[in-house]
């Protein structure tokens, strides 16, 4: 937020977390109670666009967010770890007690895990509009056939996808015509739904085996969640060293056919022993960002294809990048994702933010006389670093070119490099200048 030019307040009790923050980001740390009533008035909570709780304590997140809501706080957001709570019934009752958004961010990462194991050989995916867009992120291997061609002789009128974003190495490139897909680049493709084998057979994945069995070593809450949203031709095992955990595991999972393993999922012999051979998928979940990496390098020694480890530590994201782990999940970053989206002034109606190639994907919804609805793309006028991928209209997918024209209730992907986004509103709201 700060780096999109909000004022920002951050508040906590505990001064070892507010530690040189104030001088690294521009932000005011106060080193104080979120829940004191006084501290959050002189933080100017009762004239806070969002207020935002994502303490550790559910209680502590939920108590601030009611008391900043009685100062005046247009919004809140609370971070809780009770499913119960994010039940369509109940959501309700928490906007009359002044709570206005609620973040699980273990379900949310799990959502993400059980996208990428449904297409073993897609690192990230991300549905527009309930599915009728589609953003694939691949990594390329020499199978690809469309490496070493302009994207203008790939990307043409008549082709069912578009090139929003390239990362090769360090850097990430919005592609133009001229640029070209090389070996290893991790590219995102926008296509639609029912194109996405006509995308794997071109990247070369078509012989990736569809993952049917799935190994999670860590038994923690993304773990539950993950296995009790597990479709039902996977077979899931959960690896867990906590015996008294394991107890607890086969309760929250009765009803789910997920086995719990007693033992340490880095032992040669028991990952052997429990079929690792005929394991598609390998998902490191435990609290600890080494042990997960260094897993998923094992796994992949061991035959399989596809793993997914949770890296906490955003200083080892591109570590674990570079040793290509495969998808790597952030919860913090997911859930700061949806956050922002509160923020937003413009119809918002789904954002990601994207960690390996430092950018964010927003769907808008373009307003009755917005800038955007007034001129073909290639007239707009998009700021350096954005990419139009595609727009649903009426409930059909399409791809995007310059010659496109964005009509009023378009909902249009739009992906941002290095935040970009707050820029990007003011193409999508109302407005009757030009």
């Not at 490496?147 to 490139?173: F, H, M, W």
């Not at 913090?332 to 937003?344: G, N, Y």
Request: net charge negative; aromatic share 6%.
């Amino acid at each position: 937020m700060s780096t999109e030019n909000h004022d920002c307040v951050l508040i906590d009790d505990n001064e070892y977390h507010l530690s040189g923050l104030d001088s690294k980001y521009d932000i005011m740390a106060v080193n104080e109670s979120p829940t004191s009533i006084q501290t959050l008035k002189d933080a100017g909570a009762g004239s806070a666009d969002l207020f935002v709780g994502v303490t550790t304590e559910e209680s502590r997140n939920l108590t601030a967010c009611m008391i900043a809501h009685a100062l005046g706080a247009k919004k809140t957001v609370a971070r809780i770890d009770n499913y119960e709570y994010l039940k369509p019934q109940n959501l309700a009752m928490f906007r009359q007690i002044g709570i206005d958004s609620l973040v699980y961010p273990e379900v949310l990462a799990a959502t993400d895990i059980i996208n990428g194991l449904k297409m073993s050989w897609v690192r990230q995916r991300w549905d527009v509009h309930d599915g009728a867009l589609v953003l694939l992120g691949i990594k390329l291997r020499d199978t690809a056939e469309i490496l070493n061609k302009p994207l203008r002789e790939l990307c043409g009128p008549d082709d069912p996808y578009l090139v929003v974003a390239i990362k090769r190495g360090d850097e990430t490139i919005i592609p133009s015509g001229m640029d070209e897909l090389h070996v290893l680049d991790l590219v995102y493709f926008m296509t639609m739904q029912e194109y996405i084998p006509y995308i794997r057979k071109i990247v070369g994945k078509e012989h990736y085996e569809d993952v049917q069995n799935v190994i999670i070593m860590g038994g923690g809450k993304t773990a539950v969640r993950a296995a009790l949203t597990m479709p039902d031709y996977m077979n899931v095992k959960i690896i867990e060293q906590n015996p008294e955990r394991c107890e607890r595991l086969n309760q929250l999972l009765t009803g789910s056919d997920a086995m719990v393993i007693h033992g340490d999922g880095r032992d040669l012999s028991l990952l052997q022993e429990e079929g690792i051979k005929n394991t598609q998928a390998f998902v490191a979940l435990t609290g600890n960002a080494e042990t997960n990496i260094l897993a998923c390098l094992t796994a992949k020694k061991l035959g399989v294809r596809k793993t997914v480890a949770m890296v906490e530590n955003l200083d080892y994201v591109s570590m674990a990048e570079g040793l290509d782990i495969g998808t790597i999940i952030n919860k913090k970053t997911v859930a700061a994702s949806h956050i922002f989206q509160m923020m937003l002034k413009a119809d918002v109606r789904n954002m990601r933010s994207l960690m390996m190639v430092d950018s964010d994907v927003a769907e808008f919804v373009a307003a009755e006389g917005s800038k955007v609805t007034k001129k073909p793309v290639k007239a707009l006028g998009l700021p350096s670093g954005v990419a139009i991928g595609g727009l649903v209209r009426r409930g059909a997918g399409m791809l995007v070119n310059g010659n496109t024209q964005i009509e009023p209730g378009d909902s249009v992907m739009v992906f941002c490099h290095e935040h970009q986004l707050a820029k990007m509103e003011k193409f999508f709201k109302k407005s009757n200048l030009w």
